[in-house]
């Protein structure tokens, strides 16, 4: 059986003793196994990192920029290979998977504008005949840690940004999706990228703990579940590292009474349960507001049961669960939420999919009248249940909204520009939608949610990015001439 292994320094490096299974969600059979890091691979891969850095970040902006859109044209190319590698080891649908690496690739074209990013000012005579210019320099090793949902796309809201500035990258992606990134790393390589800058360390723990702590590795950009960000955070900042964790989500929609439902509808559905809702965008507590909550309940229920679950590669519209764990948790909840008393109005653990073998399905799933003590509204559930809450006001809605402990993204759904103001000025989160129901900004913006859903203090790409990746320099300049003379030990006054 195929072992996906480590990139480190321009080649593959074989796994040691450590092994994991690696399947594909939508047969349930076990396709390769990834090497797990030990500590002494993490090492080599800080250790090559860190020889590419010093010519790496001293080649030429121009030289940079040429890697990184020769990078580009062969993504674009070959981004049909990328989808399918993801749908493989995922198991979202073939075009999921084809828009997640098109969001990545807005990334690397931002980045290919990095010499304007890296501008910095200029004040002449600030003082008589001394001025002063701003610069900004990469910081060196910096590693990247992802989670399973986005193979490609949440590692490039990173590193097109963190190479283009000159830095040189680790990264270290799910187990459960581990071909990816090494595809990655050898579309860099013929990109032109220098070995040892793009690095791709595969494991758990004893990877991501050595990246921590590890005094080479200047910076971390992290993305996952909430406990293993605010972890990462601590350890990372704790080991002097800039740190930018990004965790988990409860992601609200409102309805109010005078949005258009059919569109609403359409919006929760896609929510809801693009990705089989593994999104840390998704829409998974649809607020209600009034006496629309039957009709749209009907109208969300009619497209649920219309969706056709089953393999990626079969043109249906929802795949599987990432692993059988996962779906076990998942059905977990859907009971757990009709124990509790929401009532169960589509029921997504029966589903008959359209796939070989024994995948990990759960079909789309719609509570109604869930409150906000059952366990189904208070957890990440990252499947595809969508649970309607009724409330009777803006009011009531935009307070559970602010009174959840996430602040990733969300969104609201009306005719009323002063009500959308209203709630764009309000709410406590992060990412906001008006008539939009995954929010997700554009490279140029960044992304970021706001409470439990980040620890640090950047955001993600957008001149967030550059600046995470960048530090600064402030420089004061005076060319002496003989006018200049004389001693005088006092601080310099402006003049
Ligand atoms: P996860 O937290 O289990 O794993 C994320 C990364 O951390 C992986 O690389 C994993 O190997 C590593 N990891 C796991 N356990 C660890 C431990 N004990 N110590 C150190 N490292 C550990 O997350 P996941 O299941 O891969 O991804 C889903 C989660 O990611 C969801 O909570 C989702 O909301 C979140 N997510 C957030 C965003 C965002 O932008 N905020 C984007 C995508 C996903």
Same mark, same amino acid.
């Given at each position: 059986?195929?072992?996906?292994?480590?990139?480190?320094?321009?080649?593959?490096?074989?796994?040691?003793?450590?092994?994991?299974?690696?399947?594909?969600?939508?047969?349930?059979?076990?396709?390769?196994?990834?090497?797990?890091?030990?500590?002494?691979?993490?090492?080599?891969?800080?250790?090559?990192?860190?020889?590419? @850095?010093?010519?790496?970040?001293?080649?030429?902006?121009?030289?940079?920029?040429? $890697?990184?859109?020769? *990078?580009?044209?062969?993504?674009?190319?070959?981004?049909?290979?990328?989808?399918?590698?993801?749908?493989?080891?995922?198991?979202?649908?073939?075009?999921?998977?084809?828009?997640?690496?098109?969001?990545?690739?807005?990334?690397?074209? *931002?980045?290919?504008?990095?010499?304007?990013?890296?501008?910095?000012?200029?004040?002449?005579?600030?003082?008589?005949?001394?001025?002063?210019?701003?610069?900004?320099?990469?910081?060196?090793?910096?590693?990247?840690?992802?989670?399973?949902?986005?193979?490609?796309?949440?590692?490039?809201? *990173?590193?097109?940004?963190? $190479?283009?500035?000159?830095?040189?990258? $680790?990264?270290?992606?799910?187990?459960?999706?581990?071909?990816?990134?090494?595809?990655?790393?050898?579309?860099?390589?013929?990109?032109?990228?220098?070995?040892?800058? *793009?690095?791709?360390?595969?494991?758990?723990?004893?990877?991501?703990?050595?990246?921590?702590?590890?005094?080479?590795?200047?910076?971390?950009?992290? =993305?996952?579940?909430?406990?293993?960000?605010? %972890?990462?955070?601590?350890?990372?900042? +704790?080991?002097?590292?800039?740190?930018?964790?990004?965790?988990?989500?409860?992601?609200?929609? $409102?309805?109010?009474?005078?949005?258009?439902?059919?569109?609403?509808?359409?919006?929760?559905?896609?929510?809801?349960?693009?990705?089989?809702?593994?999104?840390?965008?998704?829409?998974?507590?649809?607020?209600?507001?009034?006496?629309?909550?039957?009709?749209?309940?009907?109208?969300?229920?009619?497209?649920?049961?219309?969706?056709?679950?089953?393999?990626?590669?079969?043109?249906?519209?929802?795949?599987?669960?990432?692993?059988?764990?996962?779906?076990?948790? =998942?059905?977990? %909840?859907?009971?757990?939420?009709?124990?509790?008393? +929401?009532?169960?109005?589509?029921?997504?653990?029966?589903?008959?999919?359209?796939?070989?073998?024994?995948?990990?399905?759960?079909?789309?799933?719609?509570?109604?009248?869930?409150?906000?003590?059952?366990?189904?509204?208070?957890?990440?559930?990252?499947?595809?249940?969508?649970?309607?809450?009724?409330?009777?006001?803006?009011?009531?809605?935009?307070?559970?909204?602010?009174?959840?402990?996430?602040?990733?993204?969300?969104?609201? @759904?009306?005719?009323?520009?002063?009500?959308?103001?209203?709630?764009?000025?309000?709410?406590?989160?992060?990412?906001?939608?008006?008539?939009?129901?995954?929010?997700?900004?554009?490279?140029?913006?960044?992304?970021?949610?706001?409470?439990?859903?980040?620890?640090?203090?950047?955001?993600?790409?957008?001149?967030?990015?550059?600046?995470?990746?960048?530090?600064?320099?402030?420089?004061?300049?005076?060319?002496?001439?003989?006018?200049?003379?004389?001693?005088?030990?006092?601080?310099?006054?402006?003049?």
């Amino acid at each position: 059986m195929n072992t996906i292994e480590h990139w480190i320094n321009g080649s593959y490096v074989p796994a040691g003793e450590r092994t994991a299974p690696v399947s594909n969600p939508a047969t349930g059979k076990v396709t390769a196994r990834v090497a797990l890091a030990s500590v002494e691979d993490g090492n080599a891969a800080v250790a090559a990192a860190k020889a590419a @850095f010093p010519a790496w970040r001293d080649t030429s902006l121009a030289r940079r920029t040429q $890697i990184l859109f020769s *990078f580009r044209e062969l993504l674009n190319s070959r981004k049909e290979e990328l989808a399918a590698i993801i749908t493989s080891e995922h198991g979202k649908v073939l075009d999921d998977a084809l828009g997640e690496v098109t969001r990545g690739q807005e990334v690397v074209e *931002f980045a290919c504008g990095i010499p304007h990013l890296l501008k910095g000012s200029y004040t002449e005579n600030a003082s008589t005949k001394v001025d002063i210019h701003s610069i900004r320099q990469a910081l060196g090793p910096v590693a990247i840690i992802s989670p399973f949902n986005f193979p490609a796309m949440v590692p490039m809201w *990173f590193f097109p940004i963190a $190479i283009a500035a000159g830095n040189t990258v $680790i990264i270290k992606p799910s187990e459960k999706v581990p071909t990816a990134a090494v595809w990655m790393a050898e579309l860099w390589k013929e990109a032109g990228l220098p070995d040892g800058v *793009f690095n791709v360390l595969q494991g758990d723990k004893v990877a991501v703990d050595t990246l921590l702590t590890h005094p080479d590795v200047k910076a971390v950009s992290f =993305v996952g579940s909430t406990p293993i960000a605010k %972890y990462v955070y601590e350890t990372a900042t +704790a080991n002097g590292k800039r740190v930018q964790a990004l965790g988990g989500a409860k992601n609200h929609m $409102i309805v109010l009474p005078d949005a258009d439902l059919d569109l609403a509808a359409d919006a929760a559905i896609n929510a809801g349960f693009g990705s089989a809702g593994e999104r840390c965008m998704a829409i998974s507590a649809l607020l209600a507001v009034g006496d629309i909550a039957d009709s749209l309940v009907a109208k969300i229920a009619e497209r649920a049961r219309g969706l056709r679950t089953g393999d990626g590669l079969r043109g249906c519209d929802m795949g599987p669960l990432v692993t059988a764990q996962h779906r076990d948790k =998942v059905a977990g %909840y859907v009971d757990a939420g009709e124990a509790a008393g +929401a009532t169960l109005v589509v029921d997504g653990r029966s589903v008959m999919p359209d796939a070989e073998g024994e995948g990990f399905f759960v079909g789309p799933t719609l509570f109604d009248n869930v409150t906000t003590d059952m366990s189904i509204y208070r957890d990440e559930i990252f499947g595809p249940v969508l649970s309607v809450v009724r409330v009777d006001s803006y009011d009531e809605a935009l307070a559970t909204i602010n009174a959840n402990p996430y602040g990733n993204g969300t969104a609201i @759904f009306t005719n009323d520009g002063g009500a959308a103001r209203r709630f764009e000025n309000e709410v406590e989160v992060g990412m906001v939608g008006i008539n939009v129901p995954v929010p997700v900004p554009m490279a140029y913006y960044s992304f970021g949610g706001w409470k439990n859903s980040l620890f640090g203090d950047t955001h993600a790409h957008g001149t967030e990015g550059v600046g995470f990746f960048t530090r600064g320099k402030a420089v004061t300049t005076r060319w002496l001439d003989p006018s200049h003379g004389g001693i005088n030990l006092g601080f310099p006054q402006n003049n």
